[in-house]
T-cell receptor, first 115, second 110 residues
Framework: SAVISQKPSRDICQRGTSLTIQCQVD?????MFWYRQQPGQSLTLIAT?????????ESGFVIDKFPISRPNLTFSTLTVSNLSPEDSSIYLC????????????FGPGTRLTVL | EDKVVQSPLSLVVHEGDTVTLNCSYE??????LLWYKQEKKAPTFLFML????IEKKSGRLSSILDKKELSSILNITATQTGDSAIYLC??????????FGQGTELSVKP
């Protein structure tokens, strides 16, 4: 497995602001993903964070709202922009370890509440 | 559209009971089936299944995949209150993406 950390663990933000979430892994990983879990719902993939190139977004998620950076193989950020109460969710990063095994481990998550 | 469906959505049992959680999938480019346990925020990895009929076991938990029926089950024997959680099933498709089911909320009463 891998040791994955996320910061912040939780935050309360005002409508119209942005929040940047960091995901740090203790080893180099090829595949890194960002998921959202809305209250009472299951997990939905937002995007695949690609190292050195633009993220690959799923249907319904756009770069302007969820910009992602992946500067190296151990780190990624997800920004949730122009926050609205509907963005209140848990945001999780995951990594595939070992590579090419389909086994994904999740970070501890960031609980975002938008007022 | 790729879909993963879990049943039941919730379940209440007493300590010592055995439970079976169900997962069915309908996805293109199926690669594997994963089970996770979610207690607070982060899902904890339990099993990954790729081959039909081969049981994976970890303590009181076991799981098996049936690729003919496009389904999987997760069994928990001699349940304990610490097993109370949401159990998530997910299918890996092309690109390594996970498609999650709705989850089964298990409550184990003393």
């Amino acid at each position: 497995s891998a040791v994955i950390s996320q910061k912040p663990s939780r935050d309360i933000c005002q409508r119209g602001t942005s929040l940047t979430i960091q995901c740090q892994v203790d080893s180099q990983v090829t595949m890194m993903f960002w998921y959202r879990q809305q209250p009472g719902q299951s997990l939905t993939l937002i995007a695949t964070a690609n190292q050195g190139s633009e993220a690959t977004y799923e249907s319904g998620f756009v770069i302007d709202k969820f910009p992602i950076s992946r500067p190296n193989l151990t780190f990624s950020t997800l920004t949730v922009s122009n926050l609205s109460p509907e963005d209140s969710s848990i945001y999780l990063c995951s990594v595939e370890v070992p590579p090419h095994t389909d086994t994904q481990y999740f970070g501890p998550g960031t609980r975002l509440t938008v007022l | 559209e790729d879909k993963v469906v879990q049943s039941p959505l919730s379940l209440v049992v007493h300590e010592g009971d055995t439970v079976t959680l169900n997962c069915s999938y309908e996805v293109t480019n199926f690669r594997s089936l994963l089970w996770y346990k979610q207690e607070k925020k982060a899902p904890t990895f339990l099993f990954m299944l790729t081959s039909s009929g081969i049981e994976k076991k970890s303590g009181r938990l076991s799981s098996i995949l049936d690729k003919k029926e496009l389904s999987s089950i997760l069994n928990i024997t001699a349940t304990q209150t610490g097993d109370s959680a949401i159990y998530l099933c997910a299918s890996t498709i092309q690109g390594g993406k996970l498609i999650f089911g709705q989850g089964t909320e298990l409550s184990v009463k003393p």
